[in-house]
């Protein structure tokens, strides 16, 4: 069972096992979506005698009302998501694509012991812009350069995100899909996101997806690189890998990483 929260002035997915004996996990979410993509997940580490929340970042589902979405920057976000952290106990964080990178700041800054990312965006350093991707978003220039809201066109996502996704499955993930921050776009793939390297010093495992149009693996792995980190890569997913068919695998192996490192 899952649960609404409210953490400040955050909202809050939680999934309460019977038994908690291990330490809570904290999901961020990626780019025009909620904690609700999560929601499988939730229960699945649930199951397994894990606290779990998913933050839902401001701008969304009831956080941090009167937020101007087209202005939140990254570092806004990454509040959100150490506030969510410190508030629930949360020592382990789980992101993914954008959240990927939010997770990389919270190691950074000494919040979590443990970090796992998934289809990660990468840190300044690292270019995430491919000829598909620029294609594709040079629609978006104006919000994102003048920090307004990006409202995603459904084909777009279609196209660099869901294809991996069933089709028969595409159209009720479309609709959870919202839209996002221009100054946080800009910040991912413009100016970029700075990381100190040397800071990260919690143990991390890295996901790629083989198939992966938004964020290819060749960029994952020079994240993994990066930080020394362990490198998997999901063959025949995409980018949203977390919520294809067969989620459940990478779940599962996630969850033993994270017993086994946390």
């Known amino acids: 069972m899952i649960e609404t929260i409210r953490v400040g002035d955050l909202t809050v997915l939680h999934a309460i096992p019977r038994h908690s004996a291990r330490p809570p996990v904290l999901f961020v979410h990626g780019y025009f979506a909620d904690g609700q993509i999560w929601s499988s997940w939730l229960e699945f580490f649930a199951a397994r005698a894990v606290d779990a929340y998913a933050v839902n970042l401001r701008g969304r589902a009831g956080s941090r009302p009167g937020t101007k979405l087209g202005r939140v920057a990254i570092e ?4 959100d998501a150490s506030a969510a952290a410190r508030r629930t106990g949360a020592t382990v964080v789980v992101g993914h ?3 990927g990178l939010i997770a990389q700041k919270l190691a950074e800054r000494g919040d979590v012991h443990a970090a796992v990312l998934v289809t990660p965006a990468p840190p ?3 270019p995430v812009l491919s000829p598909r991707l620029v294609m594709r978003q040079l629609k978006y220039m104006p919000s994102i350069l003048l920090s307004r809201t990006v409202r995603p066109k459904r084909e777009d996502l279609r196209d660099l995100v869901l294809n991996r996704v069933p089709p028969h499955e ?3 993930l ?4 919202i839209p996002d921050s221009g100054r946080a776009g800009r910040d991912m793939s413009i100016t970029g996101v700075r990381v100190e390297r040397d800071r990260v010093r919690c143990p991390m495992l890295v996901v790629a997806a083989g198939d992966d149009r938004f964020i290819p693996p060749g960029i994952v792995g020079r994240v ?4 020394g980190a362990r490198l998997e890569t999901a063959e025949h997913h995409g980018h949203m890998v ?6 459940e695998g990478l779940a599962d192996h996630v969850e033993r990483w994270i017993r086994e490192h946390s």
């Open 76 to 79: 806004d976000f990454v509040d």
């Open 97 to 99: 694509s954008m959240g």
């Open 124 to 126: 300044r350093g690292i």
């Open 170 to 172: 595409q159209e009720a």
């Open 174 to 177: 479309l609709d959870r899909m």
């Open 224 to 227: 993994a690189h990066r930080y």
């Open 242 to 247: 977390i919520v294809e068919p067969g989620w």
